[in-house]
């Protein structure tokens, strides 16, 4: 894996041992529907009239009616923030049909810009204005927008704004409190001292007064109370009218004003069809939906859902929804035979519009017949089979991981998946991993996997999870890497101090049973007196011809060559992590050098740049990092693959992007060409947090292997339900999104076409910590993935624990 931003704009990762990853994604509902020739009257208001001394003038009364290592392990992260000023709008009273309007800035005080796409706003009494989306606030800028409060009835309103950006800790939400307060008392001027009501009457339709009885004598100071009410004998448009009180007072008759808009009570469905497209057999759609009351409080009593390949989750009924509130739901399309099926979602309710329904429809496709293991992507959301246990804490795991050396096969998509480590069981005493995405961790036969462990040391694994040199028998090195020999499968390389060193097992055959070989080092050259260290830099694998390597010494970077033992040039490159350091370094399959340079900027020596053997700059690729990993397309031509396009640092352009481009970046995976620096579009994944590995090239078919991840902090839909209480979002599966969770193969031509495969879930609950990111690694020959996964495990006594699990992919 190598540091990176991810979700929006620019988040940067700078320690490619431990890190955290910050990520996001919301959506956005709203209502609508067609109103219906019924209506429910308001709710009552009651005022007060009084009898005085002196003459005034009479005052209108306005009813309106509405309803987380070892030192060198431990990470640190730039992110964007934004914050909100003031923190919560509180607009006091506020009288009914009137308004107030208040000031909220926005403040990016980050060196980033973020990205502002949705502003979404709950409370039907509120409503923003100022801002018009999507925004784009600069780094070290703010700018502001305006919440206005519209109460049309009495009582406590509490809302809410959200805005969703690239920033970490997305949404920020403003907190919203206001009262809508009755309208001024009429009131009557008592002159002589006592006055005597004689006749009250109203004017205007659906008005009319109730409490009172005439003749009615006040004497003075004294009051008595009255009823108005609205009953509107017809939906929309506004009624006017007056109660008129006929009295001996001096400014009889004494008027009150009326006012008032029938309005239609109604439970809306958003949207009213849903429809899934092509699900293959087998496997399983998820679409998501709201209902919301609109004009007053709706008690849905029952659901029915017609056609049982069709079942709708996350609502209990009876269920009551006031005025403006919603309640989402999702329907899962499971479909058992080909065909077309069609079915509804009826609502039953007080409302007047009773049913509400939902029309559903999805074809039943039969697969198509191929080598990959998985099932080409039908664009739906899957959510895995056996996440949770529903309500409450998982008492246990409900999908426990197969024993070390065992396999399960994926319910969703069908790719077996072998465990190889079993940190717990095999007593290691320490988290298991793998090399990151961009070092192969499989060896040049596909028979032997390198196990790196949370203390710094390795171990080397057979793909059935067999120890073959154990920890003891492991050279010591001073790298995160030992990568293999693309020729020789039991031959790897390792640095010590200030030696590169070639590795071979010993004892083969027969020690691998006894899981007793061990490991014949020979030092390929003392770079003493030159450097008082040398080291392999952590995500660099060797290099597609086998025979180089970039070193780092100390300060510099060169290029070596294993046959020759040659030196190249070097060049500074700081220490690493340091304010203007490298970061991460990888080899291309020009032998050029990819540099991630640990400050963000326009360079040289910032963001992501390329260098040549002799180290002479080549290209200054962007300005802020991201996940990286290189190799040839099916044309030869030298290509990097990157989790999305950061910014247009370095000249590239939206042509090719992925669809979600804003001009500037995108949410999608793409190949950028190293000659022509233009870029392709592999895979829109809608900004979604994302590893990428591509390690096979032209020899394997050209697959690209991508992990999904979600980077926010708990509680997400990837975290623990096995703790207590369970840190999983009880809303999980409605904030499901496409691949979440999942390992894909694209293919290096795909073009955001249907060369897709979803191969199985990593059930690893990644927002939990960074080493629970699958981080996931793709053979040379594209036969094999490696990924980790905590598999929903949060009592396992280590430090970010997680296990190594394989899948043969064809």
């Given at each position: 894996m190598s540091g990176g931003s991810m979700l929006g704009d620019t988040y940067v990762v700078r320690n490619s041992i431990f890190s955290v990853v910050i990520v996001i994604s919301l959506y956005a509902v709203c209502a609508s529907g067609e109103l219906l020739p019924s209506y429910h009257a308001s709710p009552q208001t009651t005022n007060t009239i009084g009898a005085y001394a002196a003459d005034t003038s009479s005052v209108d009364f306005v009813i309106t009616s509405i309803a987380n290592a070892p030192l060198a392990m431990r990470p640190w992260s730039r992110t964007r923030r934004l914050s909100l000023s003031p923190t919560s709008l509180a607009f006091g009273s506020v009288a009914v049909n009137t308004t107030s309007a208040k000031s909220v800035s926005i403040i990016n005080s980050s060196r980033t810009s973020v990205t502002i796409s949705q502003a979404n706003v709950a409370g039907a009494a509120y409503s923003v204005t100022g801002l018009t989306l999507p925004f784009i606030l600069a780094a070290k800028s703010s700018t502001s927008f305006t919440v206005i409060f519209a109460p049309l009835m009495t009582g406590s309103f509490s809302g809410n704004v959200s805005l969703v950006s690239t920033a970490l800790g997305s949404p920020n939400n403003l907190p919203l409190t206001g009262t809508g307060a009755a309208a001024p008392l009429a009131q009557l001027t008592a002159n002589p001292a006592n006055i005597t009501i004689s006749q009250i009457s109203t004017s205007g339709a659906g008005f009319s007064v109730t409490g009172i009885s005439v003749p009615l004598t006040l004497s003075p100071g004294q009051s008595a109370s009255y009823t108005a009410k609205f009953a509107p004998v017809s939906p929309g448009g506004s009624a006017s009218g007056q109660i008129s009180f006929i009295s001996n007072a001096s400014n009889s008759p004494t008027l009150v004003s009326l006012m008032g808009t029938g309005v239609m009570v109604q439970l809306n469905a958003n949207p009213a069809s849903l429809v899934f497209g092509n699900v293959l057999l087998g496997l399983t759609g998820t679409l998501s939906g709201t209902i919301t009351a609109t004009g007053g409080t709706v008690n849905v009593s029952s659901v029915t859902v017609t056609n049982s390949v069709f079942t709708l989750h996350g609502l209990t009924f009876p269920l009551t929804l006031t005025a403006g509130q919603s309640a989402p739901f999702t329907v899962i399309f499971a479909p058992i035979i080909a065909g077309s099926p069609t079915g509804q979602i009826s609502f039953a309710s007080d409302a007047s519009n009773t049913p509400t329904t939902v029309s559903l429809s999805g074809t039943g496709a039969t697969p198509t017949p191929g080598t990959i293991c998985g099932k080409q992507d039908d664009g739906l959301i899957h959510s895995p089979p056996s996440y949770s246990c529903g309500l409450g804490s998982c008492g246990a795991n409900p999908f426990p991981p197969p024993a070390k050396g065992a396999s399960y096969a994926d319910p969703q998509y069908g790719c077996t998946v072998e465990r190889l480590t079993d940190a717990v069981g095999d007593h290691l005493g320490v988290a298991a991993h793998h090399n990151y995405g961009t070092v192969n961790p499989i060896n040049a036969n596909d028979s032997y996997v390198m196990i790196n462990l949370e203390d710094g040391s390795k171990e080397i694994v057979d793909?059935?999870?067999?120890?073959?040199?154990?920890?003891?028998?492991?050279?010591?090195?001073?790298?995160?890497?030992?990568?293999?020999?693309?020729?020789?499968?039991?031959?790897?390389?390792?640095?010590?101090?200030?030696?590169?060193?070639?590795?071979?097992?010993?004892?083969?055959?027969?020690?691998?049973?006894?899981?007793?070989?061990?490991?014949?080092?020979?030092?390929?050259?003392?770079?003493?007196?030159?450097?008082?260290?040398?080291?392999?830099?952590?995500?660099?694998?060797?290099?597609?011809?086998?025979?180089?390597?970039?070193?780092?010494?100390?300060?510099?970077?060169?290029?070596?060559?294993?046959?020759?033992?040659?030196?190249?040039?070097?060049?500074?490159?700081?220490?690493?992590?340091?304010?203007?350091?490298?970061?991460?370094?990888?080899?291309?399959?020009?032998?050029?050098?990819?540099?991630?340079?640990?400050?963000?900027?326009?360079?040289?020596?910032?963001?992501?740049?390329?260098?040549?053997?002799?180290?002479?700059?080549?290209?200054?690729?962007?300005?802020?990092?991201?996940?990286?990993?290189?190799?040839?397309?099916?044309?030869?031509?030298?290509?990097?693959?990157?989790?999305?396009?950061?910014?247009?640092?370095?000249?590239?352009?939206?042509?090719?992007?992925?669809?979600?481009?804003?001009?500037?970046?995108?949410?999608?995976?793409?190949?950028?060409?190293?000659?022509?620096?233009?870029?392709?579009?592999?895979?829109?994944?809608?900004?979604?947090?994302?590893?990428?590995?591509?390690?096979d090239g032209n020899a394997g078919a050209g697959w690209v292997f991508i992990t999904f991840f979600n980077s926010g902090g708990c509680p997400t839909y990837s975290c623990f339900d096995t703790t207590s209480s369970s840190r999983l979002d009880p809303s999980w599966a409605q904030h499901w999104i496409h691949f979440a969770e999942e390992g894909i193969l694209v293919r290096i031509d795909n073009n955001n076409g249907a060369n897709k495969y979803r191969l199985f879930h990593t059930r690893s609950r990644s927002s939990e910590y960074y080493w629970a990111i699958p981080r996931g690694s793709i053979s040379r020959d594209g036969k094999y993935v490696i990924f980790d996964s905590n598999f929903d495990i949060s009592n396992s006594g280590l430090s970010n624990y997680t296990d190594v699990y394989l899948t043969k992919t064809q």
């Open positions: 793909t059935s999870g067999g120890v073959v040199v154990p920890v003891a028998n492991m050279p010591q090195d001073n790298a995160q890497q030992a990568p293999w020999d693309i020729s020789v499968p039991t031959r790897f390389y390792y640095t010590n101090g200030a030696t590169i060193q070639r590795a071979d097992i010993t004892g083969l055959p027969g020690c691998a049973s006894t899981h007793s070989c061990t490991v014949a080092s020979t030092v390929l050259h003392n770079f003493g007196g030159t450097y008082a260290n040398v080291q392999i830099p952590d995500q660099e694998d060797i290099s597609d011809d086998g025979d180089h390597l970039w070193l780092v010494g100390d300060t510099k970077a060169f290029l070596y060559t294993i046959s020759t033992n040659t030196v190249g040039p070097a060049m500074t490159v700081g220490t690493k992590d340091s304010g203007n350091g490298w970061h991460k370094i990888q080899i291309m399959p020009s032998n050029r050098m990819l540099m991630t340079w640990s400050p963000n900027g326009a360079g040289p020596g910032a963001g992501q740049e390329v260098y040549n053997a002799d180290t002479t700059l080549n290209w200054h690729m962007l300005d802020n990092t991201i996940h990286t990993d290189c190799g040839k397309d099916l044309n030869n031509n030298e290509v990097c693959v990157v989790a999305r396009i950061p910014d247009t640092g370095g000249g590239i352009t939206g042509a090719g992007a992925c669809p979600t481009w804003t001009g500037t970046q995108d949410g999608g995976i793409d190949s950028i060409n190293m000659a022509t620096h233009k870029a392709q579009c592999l895979v829109d994944v809608n900004w979604a947090d994302t590893e990428v590995s591509f390690r």
